[in-house]
């Protein structure tokens, strides 16, 4: 693919799950939860995929593998022509500079005994990048300015003198100093207020611009994805269910779980609304995914079919893949 940064190839991140002593000895075998089961996805420069599912469908586990902040059980992640599961502890370390990551709550990411402006410059201080303080403080007042904050009101003020959107902002400009070519973005407008949404999304987007950056940007609001995604991996119970260009996705779903999200996403465009229709069940237990189609237990479609064999990402047009057996016949 022209202007790869990064493929990942088959992940999967397996948690062994924790029983008691009488479970461990009556059971030989043991037991996981498969929170990413084998996702295969790629991302280009400058391009923003968004991860789309419900809570507990694997998102922010991807993403969190992606970068190796969680071990992965197999597969294969390539930054750039680098293998990250194959690099050593220092090697991963410097290449941490160019790959970062932005939190869904501030608040809780967020140093309360730091100020802003020291907050700011950790990446700065970890990676040994400035030695002067002049030019660790012009860093620090730059990453403020690309965020739209003021850094005479905001640099040595502690992050619960902020209001959540300038949180928000201080993270966006933390990862940001290190000039990344790649971000990792879990959730990082659920925890805002709506009024303050459109403005962190539209600075990400600027921000992209500006820099040249990439996305990997997770949510579980498809009309937050139409606004701000290139293209739109659907995740559902650790697989990739649908993924291609965020205009087909939205307009021409191809999945049943891709139509049901969208049932409830709230859209203000026309060709976008639907007659809400809510999905019926929980999204089942990792440790004990259905046999077959993995959503099949809660779609309305299924026939026994779906109930014994787990569909494959199969084309339905150019660039867009779907996973479900209604559209092989």
């Not at 928000?168 to 709506?194: K, N």
């Not at 049943?256 to 237990?285: D, N």
């Amino acid at each position: 693919m022209e202007n790869l940064l990064l493929q990942v190839k088959d992940l999967r991140v397996w948690f062994p799950v924790r029983r008691s002593l009488v479970q461990e000895l009556s059971s030989k075998q043991r037991l996981y939860a498969r929170a990413v089961d084998g996702i295969s996805l790629e991302i280009r420069e400058r391009e923003i995929l968004c991860l789309v599912g419900e809570s507990g469908s694997g998102k922010t586990t991807t993403g969190r593998a992606v970068l190796r902040l969680v071990d992965a059980t197999s597969g294969s992640v390539v930054f750039r022509d680098q293998d990250l599961f194959k690099l050593k502890r220092d090697e991963m370390k410097r290449l941490r500079q160019r790959m970062q990551m932005i939190f869904q709550d501030p608040f809780e990411s967020l140093n309360p005994r730091m100020k802003v402006a020291d907050i700011v410059a950790e990446p700065l201080d970890v990676n040994r990048l400035v030695g002067e303080r002049k030019e660790r403080e012009k860093r620090v007042k730059e990453a403020l300015e690309s965020v739209e904050l003021s850094p005479e009101d905001c640099m040595y003020r502690y992050p619960h003198e902020l209001s959540g959107g300038q949180r928000q902002r201080v993270s966006i400009a933390s990862a940001l100093v290190l000039e990344p070519e790649f971000i990792v973005a879990d959730e990082p407008v659920s925890m805002l207020d709506v009024s303050i949404r459109a403005g962190i999304l539209n600075l990400m987007l600027r921000l992209r611009d500006i820099y040249g950056m990439a996305y990997m940007f997770i949510t579980h609001d498809l009309s937050i994805a139409f606004h701000i995604a290139d293209r739109i991996a659907v995740m559902y119970l650790g697989k990739i269910v649908e993924i291609g260009e965020a205009e087909a996705v939205i307009t021409r779903p191809g999945h049943p779980y891709t139509e049901a999200l969208l049932r409830v996403a709230p859209v203000s465009h026309p060709r976008l609304r639907h007659e809400k229709k809510f999905l019926q069940g929980e999204i089942p237990s990792s440790t004990g995914i259905p046999q077959g189609c993995r959503f099949h237990p809660r779609c309305p479609l299924a026939e026994d079919y779906c109930r014994r064999v787990e569909p494959e990402l199969r084309d339905v047009e150019r660039n867009h893949l779907v996973a479900c057996h209604r559209l092989a016949r």
